[in-house]
């Protein structure tokens, strides 16, 4: 018994205003494709399909005709829940309706304590989902006194064990924040602090653990308790990340294998480092020179209008940082440049103000101040 | 063969920044209501589902509750068309996926030709759903050089009648403004002037014509073209409104028979004239004191809070109009005291700005003047 897990699509993403929504496009279609050729008996999205509750309109369209190949061409079930970036009840409109159809949609405590049941040829396999949730949530429909994420996660994982049932194999799909695991820029913070770690203990029963929010693949605790990690590269943290889903295998005896598939969009996310002429030289034989690109330039002179000049190699550079400027002495030169600089300005200003010179005293006192508020 | 037809709903439309929510929820009760006593093959709804493209998520769990009720407990299908008030990529997600459970959103023009077929007493009947739409999107789906919506409708029109059947009944759902029908001040206008109007001739060939957008109930042209008009009043020149639903019947021959059947909101909109001593009084025995008021108030004296004296016996006035103020001499001497008033202001302003007075010429140009506007 063979499944996909997914996660994090964040459709309708935008990234240092550019839309994402064409490299989205690609990787969805890679999905189809390896679907087509790999038939599996399921396939899972473990959160954040859309970037926000209330999703732009082309990324609705985008979704459908995803869902239309998958569960209309294909005929194969799709099974997902929400996210902290989706809005759930939107989600979850008609998911009644739809049921019939292979596409399930677990967006409240209710759907989440009867499962998805799947036969197979290692016999029926339950899909819990646990829809994106938080204490409050849980506190207010269990009537259950529990105040952190932990506590909630806890609960709700034994709420859903009052419904396994024997010679059934149960999967769980979860979004949340599992202990120890590494995290990226582009994961919106679901709590200040810690409050928001779930221990992955409360999994363990389950043959297999399909986790969403974390943008890196990763195990936690055991081999069956998994992120696959996001569809694509959403922060230029997330550079050196390997995207793609996980292929789950389960047998008669549980978790068999997770394997890692690779999926690529068209530009990847990276960081560049150099001088402006070293990066403007590479960059016209670059094969990958439409990647969506962080520049960090290293030359310790100022250049005009390097963003200009960069993009004529580079057209998709995205963000310019300029770290050369700011290196050992220069850094001190600057400092005592931008000084001078800004003293000079007060000397300006209190001419015009006062009509008269600073003294040798008042220059000395403002030059003092403006030199210690630098070194702050 | 019977089915229901309705349209207009304004799912979470707020009126003077009071919620609807509640009031529409007991107008769907009725509905689920009548349907549970009075089986029917079908329910209608001719668009306008929501009040705007992105529905409040209140609202769309309230459409959730209804369809689950209807398509999942009754077992009834709804067919229903995205209105100029909804945004159909938004309602149509998925809709292909909630077919088979019965709910049929029929939300662009590649569905509008296929039919939803089905068998009755008198043998099968197709209900095409033409999705709210203007000249533009017409031209460009269909590369038709059509420049209004009557071109457009009758184009459309022709379009779903290549897909007739012999032995066949047709019905179409429809939201567009056909022409003469009368207008309410809630129906968002489609267009300035007349080119929005449609000729119900193109209509003709259909055994029923389920039409939305205008908000009082009334036929087209012919009996079987037909506005239900909306769920419940929207504005208050709607007063006078009979809301509800139309019940249609169709034999061998095609339509037989449009049954208005009333439903009614718990508060009703309506305005109430009179002084204001005349109207306390009444509204201390006034079995429907909760409605939704405009108030006219027709005492010629100024009233001090009005509006917190009227809200002890009427809690839910929304609008105050004072028309009693402006009658006959009372409506000069208004302009008089104003024009004074007026006068007096700009006195006082010459004074703080020239340091002098008005000469007597100076007085009487800017007196004529301040007169001169008053009357326009």
């Known amino acids: 018994m063979k499944f ?18 064409d490299d989205q496009n690609a990787v969805l279609q890679q999905i189809t494709d390896y679907l087509q050729q790999h038939p599996v008996d399921a396939l899972v999205i473990a959160g954040d ?3 926000r509750s209330v999703p732009p ?26 996210g902290n970036h989706d809005g759930a009840e939107r989600l979850g409109f008609a998911s009644k309706q739809m049921k019939e159809s292979g596409l399930h949609i677990i967006s409240n405590f209710r759907d989440m304590v009867t499962p998805i049941v799947l036969d197979s040829d290692i016999g029926p396999v339950a899909f819990y989902g646990m829809p994106y949730n938080d204490p409050e949530l849980v506190r207010h429909h ?32 979860s979004h949340c924040f599992v202990d120890g695991a590494i995290e990226s820029e ?45 569809l694509m590269k959403y922060s230029f943290s997330e ?29 990847q996310m990276r960081i560049i480092e150099g001088e402006l002429d070293e990066i403007l030289s590479q960059g016209k034989t670059d094969p990958n020179s439409e990647d969506y690109l962080l520049v ?25 940082e300029k770290p050369g400027m700011l290196i050992g002495t220069e850094q001190e030169m600057a400092v005592a440049k931008l000084a001078r600089s800004e003293a000079d ?32």
């Open 186 to 230: 582009s994961e919106r913070p679901l709590s200040i602090g810690g409050s928001d770690r779930v221990s992955h203990e409360h999994f363990v029963d389950f043959d297999y653990v399909a986790l969403g929010h974390l943008h890196q693949p990763q195990k936690k605790g055991e081999e069956h308790i998994r992120y696959s990690g996001s």
């Open 239 to 267: 550079q050196h990340q390997k995207k793609g889903m996980t292929l789950v295998e389960l047998d008669e005896g549980g978790f068999k294998s997770a394997t890692h598939i690779d999926l690529k969009a068209p530009h």
């Open 296 to 320: 960090r330039l290293m030359d310790k002179h100022a250049i005009l209008n390097p963003m200009d000049k960069l993009r004529v190699v580079y057209p998709n550079v995205l963000h310019l």
């Open 49 to 51: 399909i859309y970037d």
């Open 142 to 173: 269990f009537k259950q006194s529990v105040s952190t994420h932990d506590e909630a996660h806890q609960h709700l994982c034994e709420e859903i064990k009052k419904s396994f049932e024997d010679g059934t194999k149960n999967v769980l799909i």
């Open 345 to 376: 300005m007060f000397r300006d200003f209190f001419l015009e103000a006062q009509d008269a010179k600073l003294s040798e005293e008042q220059d000395k006192a403002i030059t003092d101040i403006i030199k210690q508020l630098s070194q702050q």
């Open 4 to 21: 996909l897990h997914t996660s994090d699509w964040h459709l309708g993403r935008q990234f240092h205003n550019v839309s994402l929504l």
């Open 57 to 82: 309109t082309a990324a609705i369209e985008l979704m459908n005709h995803f869902v239309e190949q998958v569960c209309g061409e294909l005929k194969l079930p799709i099974i997902l829940i929400p």
